[in-house]
């Protein structure tokens, strides 16, 4: 089993940053894929970033050039750096581990209001 702890999510001004951190522990087997989704109320869980093991990175359209995803793989820990964040930003963010298994975050609120 593989445990995921988000933080870093809050309220922020529109054009602001967040910085979003998972830091996983258990069983984590490697290589891994982490990455972030998001979710707002009636729409489907949506890609944010991926990062491999290997640190190659993937990037949702909506958050290219914005977002940086890095990890630290000494500290099993993934960040979500968050740039000029915009009115369409706001929403559950949660963190996700694909090695062995599957898990997910239990997800941390990111909210973009004046």
């Known amino acids: 089993q593989v445990q995921l702890v988000e933080s870093g999510g809050g309220l922020v001004q529109p054009g602001g940053s967040l910085r979003l951190s998972c830091a996983a522990s258990g069983s984590i087997f490697r290589p891994n894929t982490m990455g972030w989704y998001r979710q707002t109320p009636g729409k489907q869980r949506e890609l944010v970033a991926t990062?491999?093991?290997?640190?190659?990175?993937n990037y949702g359209d909506s958050v290219k050039g914005r977002f940086t995803i890095s990890r630290d793989n000494a500290k099993n820990t993934v960040y979500l750096q968050m740039n000029n964040l915009k009115p369409e930003d706001p929403a559950v963010y949660y963190c996700?581990?694909?090695?062995?298994?599957?898990?997910w975050g239990q997800g941390t609120q990111v909210t973009v209001s004046s």
């Open positions: 990062i491999t093991s290997g640190s190659a990175t």
């Open positions: 996700r581990c694909i090695g062995r298994g599957d898990y």
